[in-house]
């Protein structure tokens, strides 16, 4: 399984972007997917999750009522919608899947620059 994150970019505070995740490989093979974010000098951390039919999805208190994830199977790609954003905001995003093997897969990274 390969991730591939797109829809980074620089926006000023009060703005939205769409990040995308594009999944290929053994795509069947894919459980739940997430969004992670690490800042510069901080840990990584998870921003929202979503299960293998997009029933179920949580979120990091952070971004509760500003972010929704969603997935579109049929399109094997995951997304993150950003509204209300932050300079806090500011980090590389990664895409995260588990396979149903139990292997965790990570894609390289968006970069989101949100502006005061």
């Known amino acids: 399984v390969q991730l591939v994150e797109s829809g980074g970019g620089l926006v000023q505070a009060g703005g939205s972007l769409r990040l995308s995740c594009a999944a290929s490989?053994?795509?069947?093979?894919?459980?739940?997917m997430a969004w992670y974010r690490q800042a510069p000098g901080k840990q990584r951390e998870l921003v929202a999750g979503?299960?293998?039919?997009?029933?179920?999805?949580n979120y990091a208190d952070s971004v509760k009522g500003r972010f929704t994830i969603s997935r579109d199977n049929a399109k094997d790609t995951m997304y993150l919608q950003m509204n209300s954003l932050k300079p806090e905001d500011t980090a590389v995003y990664y895409c995260?899947?588990?396979?149903?093997?139990?292997?965790?897969?990570w894609g390289q990274g968006t970069l989101v620059t949100v502006s005061s």
């Open positions: 979503i299960t293998s039919d997009g029933d179920i999805t």
């Open positions: 490989g053994s795509i069947f093979s894919i459980n739940a």
């Open positions: 995260n899947a588990w396979t149903m093997t139990h292997l965790e897969v």
